[in-house]
């Protein structure tokens, strides 16, 4: 059995979308505990006010709603005038629905998809472009 490749968070720059929940919080406060600087964002900034709150500085916040791609590009810029580059993104908003697929409706099953899958290609598209700008690459989770 071979061991998983990990990595040094300490020093480097992070973000993450859908930072109000509970996965994303949970993702935020993992990464400043090993050592990194955060920029987290989430459709309902005031949400985010908490993290900053008890991190301070180490965590920048960004409002948007993440199936618009100027959201992923504000996300990637505050990431770079804040602590100077981005070397990692977790794609984790996401929008889910109990029940069987004829229990929701176009509109619902639509917003599930771009929120779900439209909202990580900005995402990664905006940090890829960044990524190659810098020259040293970096990390996506999704």
Same mark, same amino acid.
């Given at each position: 059995?071979?061991?998983?490749?990990?990595?040094?968070?300490?020093?480097?720059?992070?973000?993450?979308? #859908?930072?109000?929940?509970?996965?994303? !919080?949970?993702? &935020? /406060?993992?990464?400043?505990? $090993?050592? *990194?600087? @955060?920029? %987290? +964002?989430?459709?309902?900034?005031?949400?985010?006010?908490?993290?900053?709150?008890?991190? #301070?500085?180490?965590?920048?916040?960004? !409002?948007?709603? &993440? /199936?618009?791609?100027?959201? $992923?590009? *504000?996300? @990637?810029? %505050? +990431?770079?005038?804040?602590?100077?580059?981005?070397?990692?993104?977790?794609?984790?908003?996401?929008?889910?629905?109990?029940?069987?697929?004829?229990?929701?409706?176009?509109?619902?099953?639509?917003?599930?998809?771009?929120?779900?899958?439209?909202?990580?290609?900005?995402?990664?598209?905006?940090?890829?472009?960044?990524?190659?700008?810098?020259?040293?690459?970096?990390?996506?989770?999704?």
């Amino acid at each position: 059995m071979t061991t998983p490749e990990t990595r040094d968070l300490t020093g480097t720059v992070v973000a993450v979308t #859908g930072a109000a929940g509970g996965i994303g !919080g949970a993702t &935020v /406060r993992l990464a400043l505990a $090993a050592g *990194a600087r @955060v920029v %987290a +964002a989430d459709l309902r900034a005031d949400a985010l006010a908490p993290l900053v709150e008890e991190f #301070g500085d180490r965590v920048r916040t960004v !409002g948007g709603d &993440v /199936r618009e791609e100027a959201t $992923a590009d *504000a996300l @990637v810029a %505050a +990431a770079v005038e804040s602590h100077g580059r981005i070397d990692s993104v977790v794609a984790n908003a996401a929008v889910g629905y109990y029940g069987g697929i004829l229990d929701q409706s176009a509109d619902e099953v639509r917003r599930m998809v771009d929120v779900n899958v439209t909202g990580t290609v900005w995402l990664v598209r905006a940090a890829v472009r960044r990524f190659r700008e810098q020259g040293d690459g970096g990390d996506v989770v999704v």
